[in-house]
């Protein structure tokens, strides 16, 4: 039902560890040995409680995953999710919840415990909520990757997903990746206008747009393919860059392999194997370094981070930074989707990361409120 693209993952993440007390704060000194020579300073980890209660509705919207964000302007910044319950919560439990494929939230204010937010989505000539973006060919359903905003207007990328054969939770398989212009994005949501296009050389298993980024004058997309390595399917990223003023024109894109930009998707490189189809770089300023943050094996209690010095790595080998407290709550609950949201950050030395909470049994989501929110951390690296 939510498990995203994680039907063909190695089932490492059954694995749960028991006895373990974890802190509100951490502070870890981690050295970090790897091709790249780099060695992590000191990090911190603190929760975030007021970030958290920012998303804690009684009523609409009551919780998604997915949780992307992009800054729309200095004082706003758009939360982009997938599979979102709609309805009522009382008592710690969702009633009669609707589950959409995908909504959408505007927060107006950089501090939490002081900013608006709210949250759109569609209703059907029948009243019932629906999606705010569909595919414009009607086949299944979008599920939200990153985006950005330009001179041009808002690009979203949209992974677009219909159904298939598999066990309860994972029956369900991407087909394409779209990218989506707003031409207005200055506008409420509710009065966007919206137009889009299939990505070429997306296909089910080669997705554009889970991070994306802007150096320069170029915006750099990451994506990911499976690869099916030793008998194993596994997801490696691969990086796509494009003027950003000819995002749209898709005769601009290239691909990096080995040093150079070339023109074939077919050649790219893949930087990086073992990874998650969510997951963020961006340039940390007080390292002077790009970080990866990625929950490992797409679904676990852990959160990792990787360095490079350049956007295409060489990357450095990962570290974990926190271990997700809810995975032991309970041996149906899972942790993933973790990304970091450096429009948020306040400081150079800090990055905000999130993580989402799920479980194997939705009558333990729909019973308890505490899953299927965005969970909030400050990571601090000085």
């Known amino acids: 039902m939510v498990h995203k693209y994680l039907g063909s993952i190695r089932l490492t993440w059954i694995k749960k560890y028991q006895g373990a007390v974890l802190p509100v704060f951490l502070v870890l000194l981690l050295l970090l040995p790897s091709a790249c020579s780099h060695r992590f300073p000191q990090i911190t980890v603190q929760d975030l409680p007021a970030y958290e209660a920012l998303f804690q509705r009684t009523e609409g919207w009551t919780g998604g995953d997915g949780l992307f964000s992009v800054r729309l302007d ?28 995908n909504t ?42 990153h985006g950005l905003r330009t001179p041009d207007g808002l690009f979203l990328f949209q992974v677009q997903v219909d159904r298939a054969e598999g066990p309860p939770g994972f029956d369900f398989k991407p087909l394409s990746t779209w990218l989506i212009h707003v031409a207005n994005p200055d506008d409420p949501p509710d009065r966007w206008r919206l137009s889009g296009n299939k990505i070429p050389w997306s296909r089910e298993y080669r997705l554009f747009g889970s991070s994306v980024l802007t150096v320069g004058e170029d915006c750099l997309i990451y994506g990911t393919e499976e690869q099916s390595i030793s008998g194993f399917p596994e997801k490696r990223i691969f990086l796509a860059k494009v003027p950003v003023s000819r995002l749209k024109d898709f005769s601009q894109w290239r691909f990096f392999s080995r040093g150079e930009w070339v023109p074939n998707p077919e050649g790219a490189e893949m930087l990086l194997g073992n990874m998650a189809n969510e997951f963020s770089v961006s340039f940390h300023r007080a390292l002077n370094r790009y970080i990866l943050v990625y929950t490992q094996d797409s679904l676990s209690e852990y959160i990792v981070l990787r360095s490079a010095q350049e956007p295409w790595g060489p990357w450095s080998e990962p570290v974990r930074v926190y271990r997700c407290p809810e995975a032991a709550w309970d041996p149906r609950v899972f942790c993933y989707a973790a990304k970091g949201h450096p429009e948020l950050s306040q400081s150079p030395e800090e990055l905000i990361v999130t993580y989402t909470t799920n479980s194997t049994d939705i009558d333990l989501i729909e019973s308890d409120t505490r899953f299927y929110h965005p969970r909030f951390l400050r990571i601090g690296l000085q």
Request: hydrophobic residues 40%; negative net charge; without cysteine.
């Open 104 to 145: 959408l939230a505007v927060q107006k204010g950089l501090e939490p415990d002081k900013a608006d937010i709210r949250f759109f989505y569609r209703s059907a000539p029948d009243g019932k909520p629906e999606a705010f973006m569909q595919p414009a060919d009607g086949v299944g359903w979008f599920w939200p990757y």
């Open 74 to 101: 200095a004082d706003r910044t758009l939360w982009l999710f997938g599979d979102t319950f709609i309805g009522e919560v009382k008592g710690g439990r969702h009633i009669n919840p609707l589950l959409v494929n």
